[in-house]
């Protein structure tokens, strides 16, 4: 197989940290500071397709559908992150955000040779999942052309599902097959080539949005507040408190003895104290409003 890199923003090398190897380690750090702080300005210029990506995830989710990350390296672990930390912040169930790695489990730790050169493996750990056309796929790889998300992102469109992408070159292969094309242009990395640095950094970017995004807009976020949050910890049971407590401006007392009355669901402590009603009476309005509390204190 043969690849151009010469074609690729990415592969290309930075002037600014040509002689990064003669400095000072406070200046060799500054340097990669200058260049990381470019990374949220070229994810700006993406958002009107981060925006597009979050709506249709989000409605995905309403219709019972899944997100489904795919990536090799890097982006992958990226997609694994994000994936799992759904679940503890929001309360989703594992199998709404799944994050695919080529190579399997054990390539989060140590990369699989091959992998990620195979674009059946890549249609094929989507045919195991039963991807269909009500699931969104975001295929996400720095160099725009990994043969297994690329394999990942036409099998998403056989089926009629939405393919989206998270790239760092533009006119890619990936690109060009997506329906949404995230392409934040981050330009050469410090150490050339080294696409866990800022590609990795603006990737992150992007998947805390999609995730974000699409979890406020289908009402597991109050004002700023976690509230669909799950105490699997002691942490997270003070959480919960804090929670109830700021949205209702009620004491420890009665966030916690609203918590004990509803099973610890933050949702419906809340909803409990701010319309003064019971726990089933709470759950029930909330259930008819969808999970969203503002429209369910409306009512």
């Given at each position: 197989m043969?690849i151009?890199?010469?074609k690729?923003?990415t592969?290309?090398?930075?002037?600014a940290?040509?002689?990064?190897?003669?400095?000072?380690?406070?200046?060799m750090?500054?340097v990669?500071?200058?260049e990381?702080?470019?990374?949220?300005?070229?994810?700006e210029?993406?958002?009107?397709?981060?925006?597009?990506?979050?709506d249709v995830?989000?409605?995905?989710?309403?219709k019972?559908?899944r997100?489904?990350?795919?990536?090799?390296g890097?982006?992958?672990?990226?997609?694994?992150?994000?994936?799992s930390?759904c679940?503890?912040?929001y309360?989703?169930?594992?199998?709404?955000?799944?994050?695919?790695?080529?190579?399997g489990?054990?390539?989060?730790f140590?990369?699989?040779e091959?992998?990620?050169?195979?674009?059946?493996?890549?249609?094929?750990?989507l045919?195991a999942?039963?991807?269909?056309?009500?699931d969104?796929?975001?295929?996400i790889?720095?160099?725009?052309?990994?043969p297994?998300?690329?394999?990942?992102?036409?099998?998403?469109?056989?089926?009629?599902?939405?393919a989206?992408?998270?790239?760092?070159n533009?006119?890619s292969?990936?690109t060009?097959?997506?329906?949404?094309?995230i392409?934040?242009?981050?330009?050469?990395e410090?150490?050339?080539g080294s696409?866990?640095m800022?590609?990795?950094?603006?990737?992150?970017l992007?998947?805390?949005?999609l995730t974000?995004?699409?979890?406020?807009?289908i009402g597991k976020?109050y004002?700023?507040l976690?509230?669909?949050v799950?105490?699997?910890?002691?942490?997270?049971?003070?959480?919960?408190k804090?929670?109830?407590?700021?949205?209702t401006?009620?004491n420890?007392?009665e966030a916690?003895?609203?918590l004990?009355?509803?099973?610890?669901?933050?949702?419906t402590?809340?909803?409990?104290i701010l319309?003064?009603?019971?726990?089933?009476?709470?759950?029930?309005l909330?259930?008819?409003?969808?999970?969203f509390?503002?429209?369910?204190i409306?009512?």
């Open positions: 043969k151009d890199l010469s690729m923003v592969e290309s090398r930075n002037t940290s040509q002689h990064i190897d003669t400095l000072s380690t406070i200046d750090l500054k990669i500071n200058d990381d702080k470019k990374v949220a300005l070229a994810v210029q993406a958002l009107p397709d981060i925006a597009q990506a979050v995830i989000a409605a995905a989710f309403q019972g559908g997100l489904i990350y795919s990536g090799a890097t982006s992958g672990r990226l997609g694994i992150l994000d994936a930390e679940p503890p912040t309360g989703t169930k594992p199998e709404q955000v799944i994050g695919l790695i080529a190579g489990h054990q390539a989060i140590k990369a699989v091959n992998a990620e050169d195979n674009r059946e493996l890549g249609a094929g750990d045919k999942l039963n991807f269909n056309q009500h969104v796929l975001v295929g790889a720095a160099s725009g052309r990994t297994y998300v690329l394999g990942a992102m036409s099998y998403a469109k056989s089926v009629g599902a939405t989206a992408c998270i790239s760092c533009p006119q292969a990936m060009e097959l997506a329906d949404i094309s392409t934040p242009i981050v330009g050469p410090v150490v050339t696409s866990r800022k590609a990795g950094t603006a990737q992150k992007v998947l805390n949005m974000t995004g699409a979890m406020i807009r976020v004002g700023n976690m509230v669909d799950e105490a699997t910890n002691a942490k997270l049971v003070e959480r919960q804090k929670i109830v407590m700021e949205a401006e009620c420890r007392e916690e003895t609203a004990e009355a509803c099973n610890g669901h933050c949702k402590a809340i909803v409990m319309a003064q009603l019971s726990a089933e009476e709470a759950k029930s909330l259930v008819n409003n969808n999970g509390i503002r429209k369910a409306e009512r």
